[in-house]
């Protein structure tokens, strides 16, 4: 079964310093991943995705992370933050087709809080 | 071009009632999923529609059910409301359910709080 464990459910960054949030992931097959924020009171927007191919993905809003298979990872950076990245970010991950068949369904981290200081 | 869109935004109801919530999806998207995400969790798939039919299912019980109209728009109905089920509903759609690289796009959501 799949899984994904964000690791470190708060972080708090300095405005202009580096965002690292990090997501490990568990998958008998090679899977899909995605990064998505949340804004207070709003629904989840998709920052970037990795499904096949060049394994480092950039994002909106300066984001990016990168695809490790050897160490089952999908951390998310951005190099400078800024005061708007304040959000809940949460890892998912679904299987790919063939093994997923019919299947779209998302299986998500318990997300982490970034909380961003002047 | 409208978005996801949910209906109502918040909503308060008591142990044993009974509750819809709605959702529109984005322009030009035919599947509708629901999530239920409760305070300081990730989302919980509870179910997907497509062509007006249940194609996929979490592990929520039969109070959860869901309807899919033509117009692709979807609702959420739950029975017998229990204290537990107090969370943020999400509605995500996306374009074709067997097209893995198209992107769940997501409404804000319907707080219901069960009391």
């Known amino acids: 079964a799949q899984s994904v464990t964000q690791l470190g459910s708060h972080v708090s960054v300095s405005e202009g310093a580096l965002v690292l949030l990090r997501c490990n992931y568990s998958?008998?097959?090679?899977?899909?991943l995605f990064w998505y924020v949340q804004y207070p009171n709003q629904g989840l927007q998709l920052l970037l995705k990795y499904t096949t191919g060049a394994t480092l993905v950039k994002g909106i809003n300066g984001f990016e992370a990168e695809f490790k298979k050897s160490e089952t990872s999908f951390h998310l950076t951005k190099p400078s933050a800024h005061m708007s990245d304040a959000a809940e970010y949460f890892c998912a991950v679904s299987e790919p087709p063939p093994w997923a068949g019919n299947n779209r369904k998302l299986i998500w981290g318990l997300g982490t809080s970034l909380a961003v200081n002047p | 071009d409208a978005g996801v869109t949910q209906s109502p935004t918040h909503l308060i109801k008591t142990r044993g009632q009974q509750v819809t919530l709605r959702c529109s999806p984005k322009?030009?998207?035919?599947?509708v999923s629901w999530y239920q995400q409760a305070l300081g969790q990730g989302p919980q798939f509870i179910f997907q529609y497509y062509e007006e039919e249940e194609r996929q299912r979490g592990n929520f019980p039969d109070r959860f059910s869901g309807h899919q109209f033509p117009n692709y728009s979807s609702e959420l109905n739950v029975n017998a409301l229990l204290l537990g089920d107090s969370a943020l509903y999400l509605c995500?759609?996306?374009?074709?359910?067997?097209?893995?690289?198209?992107?769940?796009?997501f409404g804000n959501g319907t707080r219901l709080t069960v009391t």
């Open positions: 322009s030009g998207h035919d599947t």
């Open positions: 998958s008998s097959v090679p899977p899909y």
């Open positions: 995500a759609s996306s374009f074709g359910h067997r097209t893995y690289n198209s992107p769940l796009h």
